[in-house]
């Protein structure tokens, strides 16, 4: 069949594969975004549709390549005069080689190198590979590849078979690029953790044979200059050959477009995913300290994963987020960790300096979806998204950003999330008695994460700004903007802010609230000193509130945002509690704090909060300022 016909075919085979496999797709212009971040879109895309050509010819060469005639053998696959007195010296040397061999579009041609040279005596030639599941196309796919004469061993079974023939003075040749799973050793490759083989190295520390590297440079349709070099590497320490020859493969996949596209990406050597559930688990790292040290690689410009998470819409979750987050962040710290979350919550989570990046959410309005896909344009290929939202908005904006593993957690038995969320947590246990934090912290151990909690307060960030103490102070956090029924009454806290005033002749109080909040505060604030009281309701960013609770000597709080701050930076700390439970929402940092709750109410809460007297909050003050 004229090659044109099986290029046209190749080509069509390659356009439907894309189509039909959009996350293989995927995979590879996540591989190339990831190898070539300085590339553009436009360029990605152009080597992923011609990668998906190839491994159609591919496909076709390793059916076609024994019946190939000597005479279009030596037409098609040509080596240069260096080249072929490189291989010339090998099998003059009679004392064997090993041979790696990347996964190039043409790699079939290595089994044919005999009908190539063949004006010299060749040696007994092993090639070792991965075999099919398939009995029928492994047995065809067998007989085809030796039908030059080289012998094909199982990488699971043919170990010995291999030894053998390099003991007697022969090669060996494998394919060295392929992942090897969890029992494989851990290196670098374009700045990412891979799993090798640690054969090459088993086999040179046993025969101390030459090593040598070879591939095909394709130049056209089943047409290539065959390319061989020796390695130079470590002698005294044989897994630097693995070093050297991924560091090589690196180099020619960044020589020119042709070369990128001709090596598999759809392979996915780097699987950071690949786990079953256990999507977030670490790696084991054999090996990786002397890939970054042999190789010159900073450990910090290693990144393995890339996670985004949507974060909670109100301060107080977001808060209980932020310890779980800290964690993730220790147990992976060769993670990039982008956080997506409201405008009025960017400066705050940038200065926490938990997250690589913090990104702002758009606008609610008709254009709003739209405007999520401009998110992915910045950030196209996350590896794991995690939603900390339970809403239908949440679960779109899951799908929209495109990550193969998407996490979330279910209390309320929806079984239509799992469209949207693919790895959903749905906690067995009683959600009326276990913490929000916990919950997500018991959702990342589902998928990977084993290591202990820290719920140790944090420090203030230097770029936050400090302002400078000048007064004794008690902060009050009086409102609530989406449950006002928390709220205690405006009475209570003017009669509380009078005893304290009393008793207390240095102390200054704070009184804090959104906007939308200012009504009631100015009701608490109305007959009182206004030079021993500041009312803030309103006139805080988030950022600034923290700075103020910062230095508070006190803070008294019902269930809401601010007092999950005040909590969070290791305040002392008040809680009023009644309607709301504070089994599933209370301070979770480990810090001072007391639970006012009124008389008989259990911690779960359902007890107006006006019930709680102003004795009791005036007894926990006076016992937290002792």
Same mark, same amino acid.
């Given at each position: 069949?004229?090659?044109?016909?099986?290029?046209?075919?190749?080509?069509?085979?390659?356009?439907?594969?894309?189509?039909?496999?959009?996350?293989?797709?995927?995979?590879?212009?996540?591989?190339?975004?990831?190898?070539?971040?300085?590339?553009?879109?436009?360029?990605?895309?152009?080597?992923?549709?011609?990668?998906?050509?190839?491994?159609?010819?591919?496909?076709?060469?390793?059916?076609?390549?024994?019946?190939?005639?000597?005479?279009?053998?030596?037409?098609?696959?040509?080596?240069?005069?260096?080249?072929?007195?490189?291989?010339?010296?090998?099998?003059?040397?009679?004392?064997?080689?090993?041979?790696?061999?990347?996964?190039?579009?043409?790699?079939?041609?290595?089994?044919?190198?005999?009908?190539?040279?063949?004006?010299?005596?060749?040696?007994?030639?092993?090639?070792?590979?991965?075999?099919?599941?398939?009995?029928?196309?492994?047995?065809?796919?067998?007989?085809?590849?030796?039908?030059?004469?080289? %012998?094909?061993?199982?990488?699971?079974?043919?170990?010995?078979?291999?030894?053998?023939?390099?003991?007697?003075?022969?090669?060996?040749?494998?394919?060295?690029?392929?992942?090897?799973?969890?029992?494989?050793?851990?290196?670098?490759?374009?700045?990412?953790?891979?799993?090798?083989?640690?054969?090459?190295?088993?086999?040179?520390?046993?025969?101390?044979?030459?090593?040598?590297?070879?591939?095909?440079?394709?130049?056209?349709?089943?047409?290539?200059?065959?390319?061989?070099?020796?390695?130079?590497?470590?002698?005294?320490?044989?897994?630097?050959?693995?070093?050297?020859?991924?560091?090589?493969?690196?180099?020619?996949?960044?020589?020119?477009?042709?070369?990128?596209?001709?090596?598999?990406?759809?392979?996915?050597?780097?699987?950071?995913?690949?786990?079953?559930?256990?999507?977030?688990?670490?790696?084991?790292?054999?090996?990786?300290?002397?890939?970054?040290?042999?190789?010159?690689?900073?450990?910090?410009?290693?990144?393995?994963?890339?996670?985004?998470?949507?974060?909670?819409?109100?301060?107080?979750?977001?808060?209980?987020?932020?310890?779980?987050?800290?964690?993730?962040?220790?147990?992976?710290?060769?993670?990039?960790?982008?956080?997506?979350?409201?405008?009025?919550?960017?400066?705050?989570?940038?200065?926490?300096?938990?997250?690589? %990046?913090?990104?702002?959410?758009?606008? %609610?309005?008709?254009?709003?979806?739209?405007?999520?896909?401009?998110?992915?344009?910045?950030?196209?290929?996350?590896?794991?998204?995690?939603?900390?939202?339970?809403?239908?908005?949440?679960?779109?904006?899951?799908?929209?950003?495109?990550?193969?593993?998407?996490?979330?957690?279910?209390?309320?038995?929806?079984?239509?999330?799992?469209?949207?969320?693919?790895?959903?947590?749905?906690?067995?246990?009683?959600?009326?008695?276990?913490?929000?934090?916990?919950?997500?912290?018991?959702?990342?151990?589902?998928?990977?994460?084993?290591?202990?909690?820290?719920?140790?307060?944090?420090?203030?960030?230097?770029?936050?700004?400090?302002?400078?103490?000048?007064?004794?102070?008690?902060?009050?956090?009086?409102?609530?903007?989406?449950?006002?029924?928390?709220?205690?009454?405006?009475?209570?806290?003017?009669?509380?802010?009078?005893?304290?005033?009393?008793?207390?002749?240095?102390?200054?109080?704070?009184?804090?609230?959104?906007?939308?909040?200012?009504?009631?505060?100015?009701?608490?604030?109305?007959?009182?000193?206004?030079?021993?009281?500041?009312?803030?309701?309103?006139?805080?960013?988030?950022?600034?509130?923290?700075?103020?609770?910062?230095?508070?000597?006190?803070?008294?709080?019902?269930?809401?945002?601010?007092?999950?701050?005040?909590?969070?930076?290791?305040?002392?700390?008040?809680?009023?509690?009644?309607?709301?439970?504070?089994?599933?929402?209370?301070?979770?940092?480990?810090?001072? %704090?007391?639970?006012?709750?009124?008389?008989?109410?259990?911690?779960?809460?359902?007890?107006?909060?006006?019930?709680?007297?102003?004795?009791?909050?005036?007894?926990?003050?006076?016992?937290?300022?002792?």
């Amino acid at each position: 069949m004229p090659k044109c016909i099986l290029r046209l075919l190749c080509i069509v085979c390659g356009s439907v594969a894309m189509f039909v496999m959009p996350s293989r797709r995927r995979l590879v212009l996540s591989n190339l975004y990831y190898a070539f971040p300085r590339r553009s879109a436009l360029w990605r895309r152009k080597v992923c549709r011609e990668n998906f050509f190839r491994l159609i010819e591919l496909g076709l060469l390793s059916i076609a390549g024994s019946f190939l005639s000597r005479k279009r053998i030596k037409t098609d696959f040509k080596l240069s005069k260096e080249d072929k007195r490189v291989i010339s010296q090998v099998l003059a040397g009679k004392q064997g080689a090993i041979v790696l061999v990347p996964h190039f579009t043409l790699m079939e041609s290595m089994t044919l190198l005999p009908k190539i040279v063949d004006d010299v005596d060749w040696p007994e030639v092993g090639v070792i590979y991965r075999p099919f599941d398939n009995r029928s196309l492994e047995k065809f796919i067998k007989y085809t590849r030796e039908g030059c004469g080289m %012998k094909l061993f199982s990488r699971k079974k043919g170990i010995f078979e291999a030894m053998q023939i390099l003991k007697n003075n022969g090669i060996i040749s494998l394919l060295f690029d392929q992942n090897s799973g969890d029992s494989g050793h851990r290196m670098i490759f374009f700045n990412r953790l891979i799993a090798s083989t640690d054969l090459p190295a088993l086999l040179y520390q046993k025969f101390k044979v030459p090593v040598y590297f070879l591939y095909p440079m394709r130049v056209g349709f089943w047409k290539a200059n065959i390319k061989i070099k020796r390695l130079n590497f470590d002698e005294n320490d044989p897994k630097t050959i693995l070093f050297v020859a991924n560091r090589h493969l690196e180099e020619i996949l960044g020589v020119d477009e042709n070369v990128c596209s001709d090596w598999l990406w759809a392979h996915d050597r780097w699987k950071v995913v690949a786990h079953g559930t256990k999507n977030l688990a670490k790696r084991r790292c054999e090996w990786l300290s002397q890939s970054q040290k042999y190789l010159n690689i900073k450990p910090e410009s290693v990144i393995n994963l890339h996670v985004m998470v949507r974060m909670p819409n109100w301060l107080g979750d977001i808060i209980m987020a932020v310890a779980v987050l800290r964690t993730l962040k220790y147990y992976r710290s060769d993670m990039e960790l982008i956080l997506i979350c409201q405008k009025q919550f960017v400066d705050f989570l940038a200065a926490l300096e938990i997250a690589d %990046k913090v990104v702002q959410l758009p606008e %609610k309005n008709s254009k709003y979806f739209l405007n999520i896909l401009k998110i992915k344009d910045i950030y196209p290929y996350p590896d794991v998204y995690i939603s900390l939202v339970s809403s239908l908005r949440g679960d779109i904006e899951a799908i929209l950003m495109g990550a193969p593993k998407r996490i979330g957690t279910d209390t309320k038995n929806r079984p239509y999330r799992k469209i949207f969320i693919n790895n959903l947590y749905e906690s067995g246990a009683d959600t009326g008695f276990l913490h929000q934090t916990k919950l997500w912290k018991n959702a990342l151990n589902e998928f990977g994460i084993e290591c202990e909690d820290n719920l140790s307060p944090f420090k203030l960030c230097t770029n936050m700004g400090i302002v400078p103490k000048a007064k004794r102070t008690i902060g009050m956090v009086c409102g609530s903007i989406n449950t006002p029924r928390k709220r205690w009454p405006a009475k209570s806290w003017r009669i509380l802010i009078e005893r304290i005033h009393e008793i207390y002749k240095d102390v200054h109080v704070n009184l804090y609230g959104t906007k939308a909040d200012a009504v009631f505060i100015d009701e608490i604030s109305l007959f009182l000193n206004r030079e021993r009281i500041s009312n803030l309701a309103g006139k805080t960013s988030i950022l600034e509130l923290a700075n103020y609770i910062q230095r508070d000597v006190l803070v008294v709080a019902i269930d809401t945002g601010g007092m999950h701050l005040a909590n969070m930076f290791g305040r002392p700390l008040i809680c009023i509690y009644g309607v709301t439970n504070a089994l599933v929402t209370g301070p979770i940092f480990d810090a001072d %704090k007391m639970i006012i709750m009124p008389d008989s109410c259990p911690q779960s809460g359902g007890f107006p909060t006006e019930d709680i007297t102003i004795e009791s909050v005036l007894k926990a003050v006076q016992l937290m300022l002792k």
